[in-house]
């Protein structure tokens, strides 16, 4: 069975997005700095149908994680936010489960993605994703409130981080209160230009 | 002219302190797992005046970080909370300056280390620091209280950051809204067991 893995960028001083997310503003202020690492990745440029970028380690890592996910779990505001964005032809190319308290009818987009509404909470929608995945493992997408949902409910086995040298100040933070006390091992870092990518399991 | 260092260890989720810091438990609940990752180095030992750890990388870099510091600057919380911890003969062997509102008489310990207390700010702390440490560099100590105005007053040169794979859940924060903004460049990173090393400059 795959592992369930939540695969995020975040700020130095721990935010997922910068301050006054919203429309046409997803990532939040000063937010798109965190993944400008991605911009120039052969693996990125790929999945957005562009043939571009360089290769490098950072592209072979995020091609990997692109490889490993047979499915997708997020949150309804980040799909709010990053649909229009994302186009006709997403870059998971895999379904998609969106926790939501909104009932929403399935959504077919090209290239293999698919969105489909979950409304019976976050351990449903990974049940669900681990089904649809076929043996392959699960990718948290985020947002952090939902990736915090699934720690909590000890649903996540391995968290993947990379970590931006920015001090955003305010925003969507990582963690939270309620994710204090869960143990993690870290089980391997890898620096690279712009970021520092940390592999952590969680222990249960 | 030696560099003003902030040398820090803290959790995944961003705290230096766990919750309820305090008389008796001056890092907090479970806070002290911050700092384990020190407790079996031989340099961290022989501050302690003890013969006693391993030689690792770690240990020499502890003892570079110990070495290039000509003075510390630091709270008054924070020596409130660790002048009896410290003892007779404290790790610095190097004058001391503690940014606080309470004018105390200078304090003279064992093995060069002194207290001398500075009533009109961080600003202060930081020149006079400059002064006494003969050229060799300053190390800001904490707490993250301290090293904040430090950094938004624009006093600090370099972070070493010692992050712990911890989530703490609450505590004192390492950085804050008021830190937002401060541009960082990474330099080095370092892996090691139970602790990732992340050395970075603050760009002006």
Redesign the interface.
């Known amino acids: 069975m795959g592992q369930v893995v939540y695969d995020v960028s975040v700020s130095?001083?721990?935010f997922t997005t910068g301050p006054n997310d919203g429309p046409g503003q997803g990532l939040g202020e000063?937010g798109e700095r965190l993944h400008e690492w991605l911009f120039d990745l052969a693996s990125w440029h790929e999945r957005h149908g562009r043939s571009a970028g360089s290769q490098s380690p950072d592209s072979e890592m995020l091609e990997e994680a692109f490889e490993a996910a047979g499915a997708v779990v997020m949150g309804r505001r980040m799909f709010d936010l990053a649909e229009e964005p994302w186009g006709d032809d997403p870059p998971f190319r895999t379904p998609c489960f969106v926790v939501t308290h909104r009932a929403h009818d399935r959504i077919e987009k090209a290239g293999g993605t698919s969105f489909t509404f979950v409304t019976d909470g976050v351990e449903s929608a990974v049940a669900q994703a681990k089904e649809a995945a076929g043996g392959k493992g699960v990718s948290v997408a985020g947002g952090a409130n939902v990736a915090q949902q699934g720690l909590r409910a000890g649903l996540v086995d391995e968290i993947h981080?990379h970590?931006v040298?920015?001090?955003?100040?305010?925003g969507v933070p990582?963690?939270?209160?309620?994710?204090?006390?869960?143990e993690?091992?870290?089980t391997r870092?890898a620096?690279s230009t712009?970021v520092?990518h940390?592999w952590?399991r969680v222990v249960r």
Chains 1, 2 share one sequence.
């Open positions: 130095l001083d721990g000063g981080l970590v040298p920015l001090l955003l100040g305010d990582l963690f939270g209160p309620d994710t204090a006390g869960i993690l091992e870290k870092v620096d712009g520092t940390m952590l």
